[in-house]
């Protein structure tokens, strides 16, 4: 069987088709139709498939074999035979996406390697964003604007997209960005005086239907720099998300949207102060009511032992509590705290005594069902039967009494 003849090779924007049907099968995603020639891309270059309709039916993916024939799986066959013609029609929304977004790739590629001579090394079209690998270890923000700066050049400018069909020699010829992946017949996508590119994807036929390219993060990633970036619509959804989020965040401060970033970062440091001095007073409380605690307990054999059981009260401010009464004179803390998900436990002990609190934290969460350990000073755990929090304690003092 020959090729599949590919209409968006020579021409992106045919959406609508006639075909004749080849050879239909069935496979374990649904219907497999073979035509001979599509309208629909297939998945492969870092681009997803195209989707629509066939003979009334839905196509739910599309993929190519090695051999150039492109299988079209759709849902049911109604209208769909062996021997006769089709009408085909691609999704319109889907197939414009990609298209920018690929049609945009080719132009941040060329971007990079103009604006600092990073090459491009792998590129991914996914459902929200797309993302390009370039060769950059040193990733600036002047770097990335700078070309997010040549490419929208080029998207305004409107320049024409070109398909060329050449052969090895001919693209030998070419100043193609990067080597073609194909021998034979090879496809070249031109973007007029600025890129050349080997590609099998659907593309733009001038650079302003890609519309803005906006980069919306980059990081390091193996040796290299990674690039999100989103084109067209995408970037429209993209800028009216953050618009939004910016008003909202602006709002709560009852100040306009470009004053916020300043006002949120105010805030934070004064969140951090507060922080600061909640901290140094709870550590005052904390060291106040260990010392309580203590008054109130008799000392045997030479160390106080100390116990409760609270009812949600803050985990680490009961830890915080067993370290007060640890570190104020010879003793062990047995504390606990009911929450609504379960019980959570914390022992601690001065480090005079010898007891092994991590083992006997073991004891203690077996009985309300979960799990703990720690060192032998300090250990804490918890499990999810906070009613069985006093028979948790209990069994504690007992082991404790009888190793000291």
Not at 127 to 141: A, F, N, R, V
Not at 222 to 227: E, I
Not at 320 to 349: M, N, Y
Request: aromatic content about 4%; charged content about 25%.
């Amino acid at each position: 069987m020959k090729p599949t003849d590919k209409l968006y090779f020579t021409d992106s924007s045919i959406l609508d088709f006639e075909a004749n049907v080849l050879e239909i099968s069935h496979g374990t995603q649904g219907y497999q139709v073979i035509l001979d020639r599509t309208g629909f891309y297939p998945t492969g270059g870092g681009q997803p498939n195209d989707l629509g309709m066939l003979g009334g039916a839905s196509v739910i993916d599309v993929v190519e074999s090695d051999a150039g024939i492109v299988h079209h799986i759709v849902d049911e066959l109604s209208a769909i035979a062996q021997g006769t013609t089709v009408s085909g029609r691609v999704d319109r929304t889907r197939r414009l996406d990609h298209l920018q977004q690929h049609s945009g790739q080719h132009i941040l590629s060329q971007a990079f390697i103009q604006a600092c001579g990073a090459e491009t090394r792998s590129f991914h079209l996914g459902p929200s964003s797309s993302t390009i690998d370039i060769e950059l270890q040193s990733p600036s923000e002047a770097l990335i604007r700078s070309a997010e700066e040549i490419a929208n050049a080029v998207v305004f400018d409107d320049r024409p997209m070109r398909v060329h069909m050449v052969n090895d020699e001919e693209a030998a010829r070419l100043p193609l960005r990067k080597e073609s992946a194909v021998h034979g017949t090879i496809r070249v996508i031109e973007i007029e005086d600025f890129d050349w590119s080997p590609c099998g994807g659907t593309h733009a036929a001038r650079t302003g239907q890609v519309g803005l390219i906006a980069v919306r993060s980059y990081e390091r990633a193996k040796k290299m720099t990674r690039v999100e970036f989103v084109c067209g619509g995408r970037a429209l959804e993209d800028y009216r998300l953050a618009n939004n989020t910016a008003v909202r965040v602006a709002r709560l401060f009852s100040a306009d949207r470009d004053s916020s970033p300043e006002l949120v970062a105010k805030a934070i440091e004064e969140n951090k102060e507060l922080k600061r001095r909640t901290h140094g007073l709870l550590e005052l409380a904390m060291t106040a009511e260990a010392l309580q605690s203590l008054a109130t307990v008799p000392s045997t054999r030479g160390f106080k032992l100390v116990h409760a059981v609270f009812d949600r009260r803050d985990f680490e401010e009961v830890r915080l509590l067993a370290s007060k009464i640890a570190a104020a004179e010879p003793a062990i803390a047995l504390l606990a705290t009911k929450q609504p998900d379960g019980a959570r436990l914390v022992f601690a002990r001065s480090t005079s005594l010898t007891a092994d609190l991590g083992k006997v934290m073991n004891e203690a969460c077996a009985i309300v069902g979960g799990r703990g350990g720690g060192r032998p000073d300090i250990a804490q755990g918890g499990g999810p039967n906070s009613d069985k929090i006093g028979q948790a304690i209990e069994m504690a003092l007992r082991l404790i009494n009888t190793a000291e």
